[in-house]
């Protein structure tokens, strides 16, 4: 009875050790998957030069990007003598634009700029009514009170746009300093 019961276990030993590499190998594997890669050289970062570029761009759509401020006192004159050359954007939403607008200013809502920047310039103006603003082309945002227009600025850099102004004070700055109700 002890040999049949040394017998059985010898071979219950045997089986699990050949089963044993093939519950060890995933782990292993699983191990090597995760190693930190070697220290770079000691010559720059290591990275390709194109790398450095994608990770700089990376981090540059990573954060909030307000475009450069516009006070009021800059941005009345070009209320009063209008360029073609320079766009005036008021992006609240229809319902907010019935109080008023600063003259010279067309609305695109927030709500739909993100998708109206991607159109061509064909169904861009066949869509608002006015030609899309060009790249390079001075772009000046403004909302009730400022949170809004620093969203579009955002929102424009990312699809390209270089030109970018940003009137902070928006309607309600606008509203005080004309004595408009």
């Known amino acids: 009875?002890?040999?049949?019961?040394?017998?059985?276990?010898?071979?219950?030993?045997?089986?699990?050790?050949?089963?044993?590499?093939?519950?060890?190998?995933?782990?292993?594997?699983?191990?090597?998957?995760?190693?930190t890669p070697p220290p770079a050289s000691s010559q720059g970062s290591g990275e390709k030069p194109d790398q450095r570029s994608q990770h700089h761009y990376q981090n540059l759509y990573e954060v909030d990007w307000s475009g450069k401020v516009i006070p009021y006192e800059e941005l009345k004159p070009k209320t009063e003598s209008p360029s073609p050359d320079a766009f005036l954007i008021d992006v609240r939403e229809p319902d907010e634009v019935i109080q008023g607008m600063i003259p010279s200013a067309v609305n695109l809502p927030l709500s739909i700029l993100p998708e109206s920047l991607q159109l061509t310039p064909?169904?861009?103006?066949?869509?608002?009514?006015?030609?899309?603003p060009r790249y390079n082309q001075e772009?000046?945002?403004?909302?009730?009170?400022?949170?809004r227009s620093s969203t579009a600025s955002d929102l424009a850099f990312r699809q390209g746009y270089t030109n970018i102004l940003n009137y902070k004070g928006s309607?309600?700055?606008?509203?005080?300093?004309?004595?408009k109700k």
Not at 122 to 132: R, Y
């Open 139 to 147: 772009v000046t945002f403004y909302c009730r009170s400022g949170k």
């Open 171 to 179: 309607w309600l700055e606008w509203v005080e300093k004309e004595g």
């Open 122 to 132: 064909e169904a861009f103006e066949a869509k608002h009514g006015f030609p899309k």
């Open 1 to 35: 009875m002890f040999r049949a019961s040394l017998a059985s276990s010898s071979r219950l030993m045997a089986r699990s050790a050949t089963q044993l590499p093939r519950l060890v190998n995933p782990r292993i594997i699983r191990f090597q998957s995760t190693q």
